[in-house]
């Protein structure tokens, strides 16, 4: 069955460092998402892309974040200098396309800042 | 802005017993509504959907949910839970006036005792 693949599984990063986490969204979907949870609290919706721009983005998603998808099968986010409050777990989803309204989860990217 | 409350974080439950988990969000004209679990180490697998029609929703592993609109609800059930249930589960709402994006709940975390 096709999944969702993100890469790496925990990333340790010092704070003030750029990193990428990378998705493989599931092949032929149209959408895709990411999503962090920090721990003890809630997934939080950070920013959605179609069409190869953002479609929707929250409150937290500020000029730290970014995301990109460069290559036609790779779905990326970068924070280009990462804060202590980072430090999350980040997940990936996608979408098929209009009229089937079903997101799939990667098993997410465990990101500690230090 | 759509919110979620699942009233329950633990929920300690004997195997071979029955278990229901709490899911409420805030009043909105249309919604779709989702079961998501987490086993550990994994990432967000769908357990079963509410898009429309009928109220009671059927998914994996033996879950089914129903929607009640009065009560902006959608409780998750099990007649009769296995060891391989512990998890944890998650609630979530994509309001259609708001955008793509789901909203959680906090997660109940349910451990299933022999």
């Known amino acids: ?114 | 802005a759509q919110s979620v409350t699942q009233l329950d974080s633990q929920v300690p439950v004997f195997e071979e017993a029955p278990v229901e988990l709490r899911c409420n969000y805030s009043s909105s004209v249309s919604v779709y509504l989702f079961w998501y679990v987490q086993y550990p180490n994994q990432g967000l697998q769908l357990l079963l959907k509410y898009l429309s029609g009928s109220t009671l929703v059927k998914g994996i592993n033996g879950f089914e949910a129903e929607f009640n609109k009065s009560q902006t609800s959608f409780h998750l059930r099990k007649p009769s839970v296995h060891i391989s249930d512990t998890a944890e589960y998650f609630c979530a709402v994509r309001d259609k006036a708001a955008g793509n994006k789901l909203t959680f709940g906090g997660g109940t975390r349910v451990l299933v005792k022999p």
């Open chain 1, 1 to 114: 069955e096709p999944e969702v693949t993100q890469t790496p599984s925990h990333q340790v990063t010092q704070m003030g460092q750029e990193v990428i986490l990378r998705c493989v969204p599931i092949s032929n979907h149209l959408y895709f998402y990411w999503y962090r949870q920090i721990l003890g609290q809630k997934v939080e919706f950070l920013v959605s892309f179609y069409n190869n721009e953002i479609s929707e983005k929250s409150e937290i998603f500020d000029d730290q974040f970014s995301v990109e998808r460069p290559d036609g099968s790779n779905f990326t986010l970068k924070i280009r200098s990462t804060k202590l409050e980072d430090s999350a777990m980040y997940f990936c989803a996608s979408r098929p396309g209009q009229g089937i309204d079903i997101q799939y989860f990667g098993a997410g990217t465990r990101l500690s800042v230090l």
